[in-house]
């Protein structure tokens, strides 16, 4: 079955950065789009960003765009996001999903607190 498995959160202070991996297994890995979804406390579901299958196009939420880069690795069925000059407003549990444009994660997810 699917299994997408989040890693890579924590506590970073502001103007910090981090590195999300979401390890996929279950499915061709390398003929799907992905998508990094997140979810703050009391807040909907929130878009963040998504990469076609070849890793030649990718899609970013204005939130974050110039500041989060999502790559993959379709040898190691590993999908990354990358965050920089990261805000407060970052502050929540991120998701790897399949497909693109996901309005919801498939993983547990990761949890990523931006605080001083």
């Known amino acids: 079955q699917v299994q997408l498995v989040e890693s890579g959160g924590g506590l970073v202070q502001p103007g910090g950065s981090l590195r999300l991996s979401c390890a996929a297994s279950g499915f061709t890995f390398s003929s799907a789009g992905m998508s990094w979804v997140r979810q703050a406390p009391g807040k909907v579901v929130e878009w963040v960003s998504d990469i076609n299958s070849s890793g030649g196009s990718t899609s970013y939420a204005p939130s974050v765009r110039g500041r989060f880069t999502i790559s993959r690795d379709n040898a190691k069925n590993t999908l990354y996001l990358q965050m920089n000059s990261l805000k407060p407003e970052d502050t929540a549990v991120y998701y790897c999903?399949?497909?693109?444009?996901?309005?919801?994660?498939w993983g547990q997810g990761t949890q990523v607190t931006v605080s001083a």
């Open positions: 999903a399949r497909g693109l444009r996901a309005t919801r994660g």
